[in-house]
């Protein structure tokens, strides 16, 4: 009776663990500098964040529809409660397979986002001393035509 909802919840945990090996990616790519690689990566994101939200709608409708059959909650709690012993070992597997995969990324991605603030606030920083920099060299150059 469980069987679509547990799927559907191991189908959205895979795609947020993929979704973990790309931000992983991410990191590298930043850390190393790698500028096309990790539009590269941007782009493979966008693309598997759409098939994030589609399993979790699918995720939703199923937990929705099985707590229609048994009569409580669409939570892991009351359903796997009604399902009894086994099935709701089953499906409180499958939830924590998917918190966990979640808790997962959800740390990946602060650790990313993190790296981009430090990294921006670095460049801005560079920035500033080249400008400081050039302002100080291009004003004590004296004024020559170099003109042959």
Partial sequence: MEAALVDAMGRQ??????????????????KSGRLPVLQDLMR???????????????????????AAALGCAPRVSALAEALGDEGGARLR????????????????????????????????????EYRRL?????????NMDFRG
Avoid at 93 to 102: F, N, P, S, Y
């Fill in 13 to 30: 945990t895979a795609v947020l663990l993929q979704m973990w090996e790309i931000v992983v990616q991410q990191r590298e790519a930043l």
């Fill in 44 to 66: 493979s994101l966008q693309g598997i964040s759409a098939q994030a939200r589609t399993e979790e709608a699918s995720r939703d409708r199923e937990a929705r529809r099985l």
């Fill in 93 to 128: 597997g499958a939830a924590e397979a998917l918190t966990q995969a979640v808790k997962q990324l959800r740390a990946e991605t602060q650790l990313l986002s993190r790296l981009v603030e430090e990294s921006l606030a670095l460049q801005q920083l560079l920035l500033a």
């Fill in 134 to 142: 050039e302002g100080s060299v291009t004003g004590t150059l004296p």
